[in-house]
């Protein structure tokens, strides 16, 4: 998904809307407790009186979404607006943020951050499911830093295999 050109404005942030979000996670599907939609967006500008951009908070709560990345191109969405180049609005948990080292503002009233100077690419990596339940993926970077990534297995809206057919799958945001 690629969004370009547009502008999200929420002043009016009084009486029933007091509790809304500009940008907020819908119910249509989702079968695996991860955010797995490629998306980048450019030239989108968030203006909101309380600084809120998108609700990680609630697609955390409501849906397992604890891996949100949004690669934004050109800074669009740094609520400081100090960034100018490619840049991450990720889930502020440590398997997308402890990498990265202090290019990442953390945004806890949204459960998200927001890191400057960086472009994500998805890591997936699917294994036979036995065996695994206490298995985690190990990412390191070049100084020696590490995160632990926990697997889950893979959710399928098919009804014609069993579970035994499923994966367990690890997914990393770089």
């Given at each position: 998904m690629l969004v370009k050109i547009i502008l999200c404005s929420s002043d009016k942030n009084t009486g029933?809307?007091?509790s809304s979000w500009p940008i907020a996670m819908d119910s249509y599907k989702y079968y695996d407790t991860h955010f797995d939609y490629?998306?980048?967006w450019e030239n989108v500008r968030v203006v909101d009186s309380r600084g809120y951009v998108l609700?990680?908070?609630g697609a955390m709560q409501t849906f397992g979404f604890n891996d949100?990345?949004?690669n934004d191109l050109n800074g669009s969405l740094d609520r400081t607006g100090l960034s100018t180049g490619p840049s991450a609005l990720v889930s502020n948990t440590p398997a997308?943020?402890?990498l990265l080292g202090n290019k990442c503002s953390a945004h806890t009233?949204?459960?998200m951050a927001y890191c400057s100077?960086?472009?994500m690419q998805s890591f997936y990596y699917n294994v036979e499911q036995f065996r695994t339940e206490t298995w985690k993926l190990v990412i390191t970077d070049a100084n020696g830093e590490s995160t632990e990534i926990l697997g889950f297995i893979e959710a399928v809206d098919d009804y014609?295999?069993?579970d035994a057919f499923r994966y367990t799958c690890y997914y990393v945001d770089l």
């Open positions: 029933s809307c007091a490629l998306s980048s609700d990680g908070c949100i990345v949004i997308l943020t402890n009233d949204s459960c100077g960086v472009c014609s295999f069993s």
